[in-house]
C-alpha cells in the first residue's frame, strides 16, 4: 500500500511539474512579450528594460522557470532594493492587467466556483442515479425509452444554447426567474438560490446524462451477475437483493467517476460562468484570455491541473478501498 | 497487464470495451449486415439525413448564398433599425425573402449565409479532427499493444499524461497564446493532440486480446512481418471499434470547437463559424432570440445527430458481434 501510494504521488508530481513546464514554455515561446504590454503607448526603451528586470523577464529561459516554480513553494521576491515586493508562497505572480497577486484573485473567486460546481455536482448525481435506476428497472419499456431518448439530447445540447435558451425563456418571456444578479447568501438566500438555479441546471445536464447511462448500463449489467441470481434464487426479497448486492457493485464506479468529475469543474466552469456572468475562476480565466493577461491564465492552468490529479489520485485511492476486486500489485 | 481503476471505469463508460472483454475479441459484423441493421432503424436514417444535408450545405455554400442573394461578410445597412440600437426590422430577427433566417442585430450581415459558411468551418474542423484523433489513435494504440514492453510503457505513460490535464483550460490556454493566423489548422491539432489517447487506449487493449490468437500466430510463422501483421491481420478485426470511437467522437469535436470559438480563441472573426455566432448574439438574446436560436439550433442538431448515430451503430454493431 505504501509503494502504491508513493507510486502514485511521485506520478502526480511529474504530471504537475509537466504541466507547468508545458504552459511556461508556451507562454515563453509564443506571447508577445508582455512589457511591452504592461509599458502601454508612451514608452521608452528604458521604461521596457525597467519592467523586464523588475519582473526578471531577461533572465534566461531555465532561470525564470526556476523562480517560477520555486516561487510556488517558498514565495519570491520582484525588483530589489527599496521599491522589492514580495510574494509569498504559493505564489502565481501578478496580473499583467490589475498588478493584484494571482493567487489573491484566485482565492476571491473560488468561493463562487465552488458554489457552482457543489450545486451542480448535487443536481446532476441526484438526477443521473435516480434517472438511470428508473430506467434499469423498466428496461425495454416505454419509461427506459424515454429516458434514454433524453440522454441522448442531454448529452448532445451545448451548455452555452441552453444557457442562452433557458435565459430567455425563464427570464424574458415567462419571467420566472429574476436576472441574475451576485447576491450573498447571507443577504437573500431566496435570491441567492434563484440566482444560481439555472447555471446549476446548465453544467450539470450533460453529466447527468451521462451518469445516467452510467447508472442504467451498470444497473443492468450487474443484474445479470450469477451471485445476483443466487440471491434471488435462495428466495431474498427483491428490495433485499436490490440493496446489499445489486446497488452497491453497480454504484461504486458512479461514485468513483463522480470524485474525477467534480475535480474538474472546481477549476472553473468557463462557459457557464462566463454566460452568466458569475464571478467565479472561470469567468476569471476567460476575461484574462482576451485581456492577453499571461500569469493569470497560467495560474488558473496549473490550479485546474492540480485540482485533476489530485481528484484523480483519491478516486484512486477510494476505489481500492471501496472495490475489494481491485487490489494493488496483483493485477498481474 | 497494470490499469489504474479509472482507466477501467472510463473504458467501461466507453461502451463496455474493458480490455480483454470476450465478446471484443469475437469476429466483427460483416459491413453488409451492418448496413442493412442501419437501414431498418429510422432515428439513425434521420440522424444520417441531417448530417448529409449539413455537409452538403458546407460543400455549396457559395451557391446557396448566390440563391439567397447575400454573401456572408456583406453588411445590410437597410435590414437593421438604427434608432434601436440596430435591432433587425421586421418580425424574428428580420426572417423575409430577402434574409431567409434574418440577419444579425448591429451590422445586419444575412444569418443564413453565415450558417452556411458557418457550417464548412464546423465540418470542416470536426472531421479534421476526427481523421487526425483516429489515426494517431490507431497507430498510437497498436503499436504500444502489438509491441508491449517497453513501447507500451512509454505510450500509455504519455497518454496518461495527457488525459490528466485538463484539456479544456490547456487548450484554450495554449490557442490563446498562439498567434492567430492559421486558426482553424491549429484548432485541429490542439484538439487532436489531446483527443488521440481516448481511443488510442481502446485499440491497445483490443489489440492485445488479437495477437494472442490463432491467426495472428499463424501469420507469425508463415513469416509475415510485424508491419504485415498489424495492418493486414489486426486492423481489419478492429474496423467497427474504430468506426464506433471515431463517430461517438466528432459530436465532441463539433462541440469543441464551437466551445472554443464561443469563447473566443477559437475561429477569428469575420469568419463564421457556429460557436462564435453564439457567443456574439449572447448581448442580444433578450431583444433579438432568433440570433441565437439558429446557429443554436443547427449545432445542437448536428451534435445530437452524431451522438445518435454513434449511440446506433454501436448497438448495431455489438449485436451483430453477439451474434457472430
Known amino acids: ?332 | 497487464m497494470t490499469f489504474t481503476p479509472t482507466e477501467l471505469e472510463a473504458e467501461g463508460a466507453a461502451g463496455g470495451e474493458a480490455t480483454g472483454d470476450p465478446a471484443s475479441s469475437s469476429p466483427p459484423a460483416s459491413g453488409r449486415r451492418l448496413a442493412r441493421a442501419f437501414m431498418r432503424d429510422r432515428a439513425a436514417v434521420a440522424c444520417a439525413a441531417y448530417i448529409l444535408v449539413v455537409i452538403l450545405m458546407a460543400l455549396t455554400a457559395p451557391l446557396l448564398v448566390k440563391l439567397s442573394g447575400y454573401g456572408p461578410l456583406e453588411f445590410d445597412q437597410a435590414a437593421v433599425d438604427p434608432n434601436l440600437g440596430g435591432l433587425p426590422l421586421g418580425w424574428g430577427g428580420g426572417i423575409g425573402t430577402d434574409h431567409w433566417f434574418g440577419v444579425e442585430p448591429g451590422n445586419g450581415r444575412d444569418i443564413f449565409a453565415r450558417i452556411v459558411y458557418g457550417a464548412r468551418v464546423s465540418m470542416t474542423i470536426a472531421l479534421l479532427a476526427t481523421a487526425l484523433t483516429s489515426t494517431l489513435g490507431v497507430v498510437f494504440g497498436l503499436i504500444a499493444g502489438y509491441f508491449g514492453g517497453r513501447t507500451d510503457m512509454v505510450i500509455s505513460r504519455i497518454m496518461e499524461f495527457l488525459m490528466a490535464f485538463p484539456a479544456l483550460i490547456f487548450m484554450i490556454a495554449v490557442l490563446s497564446a498562439l498567434p492567430a493566423e492559421n486558426r482553424q489548422a491549429l484548432l485541429v491539432v490542439v484538439i487532436s493532440f489531446f483527443g488521440w489517447p481516448y481511443l488510442a487506449r481502446i485499440v491497445r487493449g483490443q489489440t492485445m486480446s488479437l495477437k494472442q490468437r490463432e491467426f495472428v500466430e499463424s501469420a507469425k510463422a508463415s513469416g509475415a512481418s510485424s508491419a504485415q501483421i498489424i495492418f493486414k491481420e489486426i486492423l481489419p478485426n478492429l474496423s467497427s471499434t474504430i468506426i464506433v470511437m471515431t463517430t461517438l467522437a466528432v459530436p465532441g469535436y463539433v462541440g469543441t470547437e464551437a466551445g472554443l470559438s464561443f469563447l473566443g480563441v477559437g475561429v477569428v472573426p469575420p469568419t463564421p463559424s457556429w460557436g462564435q455566432m453564439i457567443a456574439s448574439s449572447v448581448s442580444w438574446y433578450a431583444v433579438d432570440p432568433a440570433y441565437f436560436l439558429f446557429p443554436g439550433a443547427f449545432l445542437f442538431l448536428l451534435v445530437l445527430s452524431f451522438t445518435v448515430l454513434g449511440d446506433r451503430i454501436k448497438k448495431i454493431a455489438e449485436s451483430g458481434e453477439g451474434r457472430a
Open chain 1, 1 to 332: 500500500m505504501i509503494r502504491f501510494l508513493a507510486n502514485r504521488l511521485l506520478g502526480m508530481a511529474v504530471v504537475l511539474f509537466l504541466v507547468c513546464l508545458f504552459t511556461y514554455v508556451i507562454f515563453f515561446l509564443l506571447s508577445p512579450d508582455p512589457a511591452v504590454q504592461i509599458c502601454g503607448k508612451n514608452c521608452t526603451p528604458e521604461a521596457i528594460d525597467q519592467i523586464r528586470a523588475n519582473l526578471g523577464l531577461d533572465e534566461p529561459f531555465l532561470a525564470q522557470f526556476w523562480t517560477f516554480l520555486s516561487g510556488l513553494f517558498v514565495g519570491r521576491t520582484y525588483g530589489t532594493g527599496a521599491n522589492a515586493i514580495d510574494c509569498v508562497a504559493p505564489c502565481l505572480g501578478y496580473s499583467f492587467q490589475s498588478s493584484q497577486p494571482v493567487t489573491d484573485m484566485i482565492l476571491q473567486r473560488l468561493p463562487v466556483s465552488a458554489t457552482v460546481a457543489v450545486g451542480a455536482a448535487v443536481l446532476w448525481l441526484l438526477a443521473g442515479v435516480s434517472a438511470g435506476l428508473v430506467s434499469a428497472v423498466r428496461e425495454g419499456k416505454f419509461t427506459d425509452r424515454f429516458i434514454t431518448g433524453l440522454t441522448l439530447t442531454g448529452m448532445s445540447v451545448p451548455n452555452y444554447v441552453l444557457a442562452l435558451s433557458l435565459q430567455f425563456l425563464l427570464v424574458v418571456t415567462l419571467g420566472w426567474l429574476p436576472f441574475p444578479q451576485a447576491v450573498p447568501f447571507s443577504e437573500d438566500p431566496l435570491q441567492w438560490f434563484m440566482n444560481f438555479l439555472m447555471p446549476w441546471i446548465v453544467l450539470s445536464i450533460g453529466a447527468a446524462a451521462v451518469y445516467t447511462r452510467l447508472t442504467r448500463a451498470n444497473v443492468i449489467e450487474t443484474l445479470q451477475e450469477n451471485y445476483v441470481r443466487t440471491a434471488r434464487a435462495k428466495g431474498l426479497s427483491p428490495g433485499l437483493v436490490w440493496r446489499r448486492h445489486a446497488l452497491r457493485p453497480a454504484l461504486t464506479p458512479i461514485v468513483t467517476i463522480f470524485g474525477m468529475d467534480f475535480a474538474g469543474l472546481l477549476g472553473g466552469a468557463l462557459i457557464t460562468e462566463t454566460v452568466f456572468g458569475l464571478n467565479g475562476v472561470g469567468k476569471l480565466a476567460a476575461d484574462s484570455i482576451t485581456k492577453n493577461d499571461q500569469p493569470v491564465i497560467m495560474g488558473v492552468t496549473l490550479l485546474a491541473a492540480f485540482l485533476v490529479v489530485v481528484g484523480n489520485m483519491v478516486v484512486d485511492l477510494l476505489y481500492t478501498a471501496i472495490d475489494p476486486r481491485v487490489r494493488v500489485g496483483s493485477a498481474a
